[in-house]
């Protein structure tokens, strides 16, 4: 799942602010025996693999995440549901009582956002380029979203050994992101986020792993920014099942915008 659209909703939506809170990666000894890294190309390749396979990615043409969002730093919690399907068509919802409904999403031509609390707003510039990169569905086919993958460096996260990989999206900023060197599996993902308030520094943890249909998936991510720790439990995740396509058309609010 991608974690920028993730990120943009939950800052750019609540309008929070604050100080950056993350637990950085421990850089492997100074001393250490220096080995031959293995390409970035070949570990996104393991990670298909190890997730799923390329043949079981193909066969998947849409996905929707259920389950709950937590804001320790405000003392409030919500229902997330996010929706994806091909080739790039994406919302996500969060409904907390306290505050009210926050929507975002991309409709295959650009990508917008509304919430009761900043009203409606449609993406451009670095951030729609950013919308549009994220929206991409057919991960087995990172090549076509990818112009470089190169490891840099082997680290500790999350107390796992992992291969540090930087890389670089033909639509937006590059990113860095952590594979344990032991299952293949993406531990973290660090990227910046463009906001229209600006861009910052974000790291999303990527926990309790398991099988959906024949793909292995993430149920928990830990999204760390200027937020603090914002926890997204996924209680369901389905595959393959039915959603119209006017679930991805922006409300009445962001049409509004798009008609001026």
Not at 1 to 19: D, E, K, P, Q
Not at 145 to 154: D, G, I, N, Q
Not at 161 to 170: N, Q
Request: charged share 25%; proline share 5%.
């Amino acid at each position: 799942m991608s974690n920028r659209v993730t990120f943009t909703c939950l800052i750019a939506l609540t309008g929070l602010s604050g100080s950056m809170m993350s637990a950085q990666g421990k850089p492997a000894a100074a001393n250490a025996v220096k080995t031959e890294l293995p390409s970035g190309e070949s570990i996104l390749d393991k990670f298909i693999e190890v997730t799923g396979g390329k043949e079981s990615y193909k066969k998947m043409k849409n996905v929707i995440f259920k389950g709950s969002v937590s804001f320790p730093a405000m003392s409030v919690s919500g229902d997330f549901t996010m929706y994806r399907a091909e080739p790039n068509l994406m919302l996500t919802e969060i409904n907390i009582p306290s505050i009210g409904k926050m929507l975002e999403g991309f409709d295959g031509v650009r990508g917008w956002r509304y919430s009761a609390v900043q009203g409606p707003a449609v993406k451009a510039g670095a951030e729609g380029d950013e919308a549009k990169g994220d929206s991409y569905f057919r991960d087995e086919e990172w090549r076509a979203k990818y112009s470089k993958t190169e490891t840099v460096a082997l680290e500790t996260v999350e107390g796992e050994e992992c291969y540090k990989v930087v890389i670089t999206p033909k639509l937006g900023s590059p990113k860095t992101n952590f594979y344990s060197k032991k299952t293949g599996l993406m531990i973290r993902s660090d990227a910046k986020i463009v906001t229209e308030m600006g861009e910052f520094e974000a790291k999303t943890v990527h926990k309790d792993y398991k099988k959906v249909g024949d793909i292995i998936m993430p149920f928990q991510q830990l999204n760390i920014g200027p937020m603090g720790t914002v926890t997204i439990t996924f209680s369901e995740i389905k595959l393959n099942v039915d959603i119209p396509n006017s679930t991805f058309e922006p409300p009445a609010e962001v049409k509004a915008l798009l008609n001026k």
